[in-house]
């Protein structure tokens, strides 16, 4: 079965930290391009971290050097390590996969349009 699921959200207050997971079943995290993704009330939604297959990752801009994505292939798992949170971090967060399972070569992309399996998101609060 293919699923994704979040796991780890919850309210914290700023300058705290988070890790959230994602389980992944009906694929191997180390054959597809992944990322994080979240979403705020009113909000498109946005790339936050992603990590192409080949190990290299692309970044938000707003969260360079606070958040890092890894894998864990034994787990078969996807983390997204959030630190010294602000509230404009405020959202849910998504977990995606992208089924094509080719590289990017280095650039993986930000945009959710890229990614078509989707977890049900995991809510993140951030109080000031």
Same mark, same amino acid.
């Given at each position: 079965?293919e699923r994704l699921e979040? %796991?780890?959200?919850?309210s914290?207050?700023?300058g705290? %930290? @988070?890790?959230l997971?994602?389980?992944?079943?009906?694929?191997?995290?180390t054959?597809?391009?992944m990322?994080?993704?979240?979403?705020?009330?009113?909000k498109? $939604?946005?790339?936050?971290a992603?990590? =192409?297959?080949d190990?290299?990752?692309?970044?938000?801009a707003?969260?360079?050097? $606070?958040?890092?994505?890894?894998?864990d292939?034994?787990?078969?798992s996807v983390?997204l390590?959030?630190?010294? +949170?602000k509230?404009? =971090?405020?959202g849910?967060?998504?977990?995606? @996969?992208?089924r $094509?399972?080719?590289t990017?070569y280095?650039n993986?992309? +930000?945009?959710p349009s890229?990614?078509?399996?989707w977890?049900?998101?995991?809510?993140?609060t951030v %109080?000031?």
């Open positions: 079965q979040e %796991s780890g959200g919850g914290v207050q700023a705290g %930290s @988070l890790k997971s994602c389980a992944v079943s009906g694929f191997t995290v054959n597809h391009n990322g994080w993704f979240r979403q705020a009330p009113g498109e $939604r946005e790339g936050v992603v990590m =192409d297959i190990g290299s990752t692309t970044y938000a707003s969260v360079k050097a $606070r958040f890092a994505i890894s894998k292939r034994f787990a078969n983390y390590h959030m630190f010294n +949170l509230p404009e =971090d405020a849910m967060y998504f977990c995606a @996969l992208e $094509r399972g080719g990017w280095g993986p992309p +930000l945009s890229e990614y078509g399996i977890g049900q998101g995991t809510q993140v %109080s000031s």
